[in-house]
């Protein structure tokens, strides 16, 4: 969530936590890679640790990177993107509760909507291959108490990072969440599979990836 804490979109456990640890891609938006901040005190220590400990030489391409990332998530445009992915996020999920699609936490406050299949009769490994199949990238994810095992849980997870960079919001949203629910509600009914996947492919083109012409 460190994007999300960069762009104001999430509370900071910054002045809380003595030790904080984070990726720098997924909100953050930069390369794959991970940051550890702390308190003065504990420096020494996790450095010592990190290298020799766990890590040899430094990759400073990555490094570069993530420092552009760091000056990016200080933009205007960040914060505007940040909430965009909240708001999206939110948007989202109040689709996928209107088709009888249960939420763990009944909703979400941050970029992830975890849903809970229970009551589809579906897991959560052939509702995300499914889904898959039709253009939509999900992990199939445990929920509280789930009676399933790990690798073949009751729930899946999105999240709405990518799309929300590629300039979707509002119906592009909605209709990705029904689309959504057509596939958890018929997974192995592969005319739904096929109809679903012209809509995403449709959305994609109307919404491409920033940077990459087709």
Request: a neutral charge; glycine letters at 12%.
């Amino acid at each position: 969530i460190s994007g999300l804490v960069a762009g104001g979109a999430h509370v900071s456990p910054v002045g809380h936590a003595e030790v904080i640890t984070s990726t720098t891609h997924k909100t953050f938006r930069g390369p794959r890679g991970g940051m550890i901040l702390c308190d003065e005190k504990h420096a020494k220590a996790i450095d010592k640790a990190v290298f020799p400990g766990l890590q040899g030489g430094p990759h400073n391409g990555t490094t570069a990177a993530i420092a552009i990332a760091a000056k990016i998530a200080l933009s205007k445009e960040h914060k505007v993107y940040a909430h965009d992915v909240v708001a999206n996020a939110k948007l989202l999920a109040e689709t996928l509760l209107s088709r009888g699609i249960d939420l763990v936490t009944g909703g979400t406050d941050n970029h992830l909507v975890l849903a809970d299949l229970t009551s589809k009769g579906v897991s959560g490994k052939v509702a995300a291959q499914a889904l898959d199949r039709a253009g939509i990238v999900t992990n199939y994810n445990s929920v509280p108490f789930d009676p399933r095992k790990p690798f073949d849980p009751s729930g899946i997870r999105i999240g709405t990072p990518a799309i929300t960079s590629r300039g979707m919001a509002g119906d592009a949203i909605k209709a990705i969440g029904q689309a959504m629910a057509d596939v958890i509600e018929a997974p192995e009914d592969e005319a739904v599979i096929r109809k679903v996947g012209a809509t995403i492919k449709e959305l994609c083109a109307q919404f491409p990836a920033p940077g990459i012409h087709a």
